[in-house]
């Protein structure tokens, strides 16, 4: 079992900029692909971005594009969401989570039902 911790959460004004961890430990998670998921109050939770076990392939929300980048550290077992421009449609709590299927080096869960694992989420605050 991967457990993850995510941090780097807060309170930023509109314009500013973040950067979320995420530090697994347990099972090594470097065959899996890992995302990042946000939930907003009375909205569903919804993939931000996710990255291939391998790092070689990204994909993002529309809403996100050019402002958030994926990363990951496969030997030091973290991934990292930079956020910049925030916006204040972007204040969720923001999830980390992994997808333990592997369907080849460029495999992209596209739901959030296929994570497998989460993190206890990362409140980040958007204000005007």
């Known amino acids: 079992q991967v457990q993850l911790v995510e941090s780097g959460g807060g309170l930023v004004q509109a314009g500013g900029s973040l950067r979320l961890s995420c530090a697994a430990s347990?099972?090594?998670?470097?065959?899996?692909?890992m995302g990042w998921l946000r939930q907003a109050p009375g909205k569903e939770r919804e993939i931000v971005a996710v990255?291939?076990?391998?790092?070689?392939?990204?994909t993002y929300a529309n809403s996100v594009k050019g402002r958030f980048t994926i990363s990951r550290d496969n030997a030091k077992n973290t991934v990292s969401l930079e956020m910049n421009n925030l916006k204040p449609e972007d204040t969720a709590v923001y999830y980390c989570?992994?997808?333990?299927?592997?369907?080849?080096?460029?495999?992209?869960?596209?739901?959030?039902?296929?994570?497998?694992?989460w993190g206890q989420g990362t409140q980040v605050t958007v204000s005007s």
């Open positions: 990255i291939s076990w391998n790092g070689g392939r990204s």
């Open positions: 989570a992994g997808d333990e299927d592997y369907d080849g080096p460029d495999y992209i869960p596209t739901s959030p039902m296929q994570f497998d694992y």
């Open positions: 347990g099972r090594t998670f470097d065959s899996h692909a």
